[in-house]
């Protein structure tokens, strides 16, 4: 027992000499732990700060300025369009490139001629810091547009995939009536557009664009036989630009026509193009081909005795037309195209089409559209109208 007594003597004294140093280094440990976890993480980029010339003041993100018109993102005011006559000054720490009213920007001199660096704006000049200790000033009113550093290089340097720059819209309408008589109609149509660069300040590589429209409408009544609309067509077109308004061109088209008695028109085309009008509110283009043309038909409905079955054409033809959109006050949008088809080999199998379409924006990319279509054929399946003429009305989706 005295024996076991002096053993736990010696190891609580050992003990109680080596307490202090297990009691430091864990209150030691205790702080270092805390202060590593809660080293401060990199500081975030100061906003961007617009101020108007009435002394108020938005934080946020400068995005672009387009032809005086200065796009100013803000949490609390959302996307804000100001001219410049309204700005006071502008503080950001991004990277723009600033393109001067009327500099010719192409892929091969937009590194070398186009101001770019951090921007900031003050005393009616867009000073761009464009290498280190260097400066260039330029007047606000000569600055047509100042694009982040992001889209320039995109647009500059990369090539875009297939899926990359559609805008386009899609409409859809539909009469229903439940009566004596029942009727059915809807309509549908769908643009898409691709334009490679997908911006006005270089020159455009080529251009891609897709329709289609359908109208589809019957009408039944007790003891009688029912009648019935089917109109569908569907067309494309790819260009490519040698100058900034000419360019080549392939295209075809497809028209299927049941209250004419046309199964199915094909075209099959290469010509050039040219660029009228070039406008941010207006374009013009008029174009022509020559192409293969086939026109297949049933016998048109509706006509007692049937008449005989319409032989089938093959054509070798030209278009000459043109497409044009006009902006209009508002956010209206004109669009319209007409097509003048002459025949070489059957002279009077010559043909036309025309449309044209109002847009009118509701909400957001919601809008209203009224809209024509008008088919010409001289030389028709036999018992059938030469014109077939639709007015279309509906609503509208825009893609971008």
Request: charged fraction near 15%; glycine fraction near 8%.
């Amino acid at each position: 027992m005295p024996q076991f007594t002096i053993v736990s003597r010696y190891f609580l004294r050992r003990l109680l000499n080596i307490l202090p140093t297990v009691v430091s280094a864990t209150v030691g440990l205790a702080f270092i732990v805390p202060i590593h976890a809660q080293t401060p993480a990199a500081a975030a980029p100061s906003p961007d700060v617009i101020v108007f010339t009435n002394g108020d003041q938005l934080s946020g993100k400068l995005l672009r300025e387009v032809s005086g018109s200065v796009t100013f993102h803000s949490d609390m005011a959302g996307d804000v369009v100001v001219t410049w006559d309204k700005i006071k000054s502008i503080h950001t720490a991004q990277q723009f490139a600033v393109i001067q009213q009327g500099q010719h920007v192409s892929r091969k001199t937009a590194d070398t001629d186009v101001a770019q660096g951090a921007v900031q704006v003050q005393d009616d000049q867009v000073k761009v810091a464009t290498s280190v200790g260097a400066s260039k000033d330029i007047p606000v009113k000569n600055a047509q547009f100042m694009i982040d550093e992001d889209t320039f290089s995109k647009e500059v340097k990369r090539n875009p995939g297939v899926g990359y720059g559609w805008t386009g819209a899609i409409t859809a309408g539909a009469t229903l009536v439940e009566a004596t008589q029942n009727s059915r109609a809807f309509t549908g149509a769908a643009t898409l557009v691709r334009n490679i660069p997908t911006v006005t300040w270089l020159d455009p590589r080529t251009r891609t664009t897709v329709d289609f429209n359908g109208a589809y409408g019957s009408v039944t009544q007790p003891g009688t036989v029912g009648t019935k609309t089917n109109i569908i067509g569907a067309d494309a077109e790819h260009d490519w630009f040698f100058s900034p308004r000419f360019y080549f061109l392939v295209d075809t088209a497809f028209i299927h026509d049941y209250s004419q008695g046309l199964s199915l028109q094909q075209t099959y085309g290469a010509g050039m193009g040219y660029t009228v009008l070039k406008s941010p509110k207006q374009q013009l283009d008029v174009k022509f081909d020559i192409h293969y043309e086939k026109q297949t038909y049933f016998i048109t409905p509706g006509i007692v005795p049937p008449p005989p079955l319409t032989p089938s054409k093959d054509l070798v033809g030209a278009d000459f037309g043109d497409t044009y959109k006009l902006k209009l006050p508002r956010g209206l949008v004109f669009n319209q195209t007409a097509l003048i088809v002459p025949s070489f080999n059957i002279t009077n199998a010559y043909s036309a089409l025309a449309t044209a379409g109002l847009l009118f924006p509701t909400y957001k990319r919601l809008g209203f559209t009224v809209g024509t279509v008008d088919n010409f054929l001289n030389d028709p399946a036999i018992g059938s109208k030469k014109n077939s003429f639709q007015f279309t009305a509906g609503v509208t989706y825009s893609l971008k």
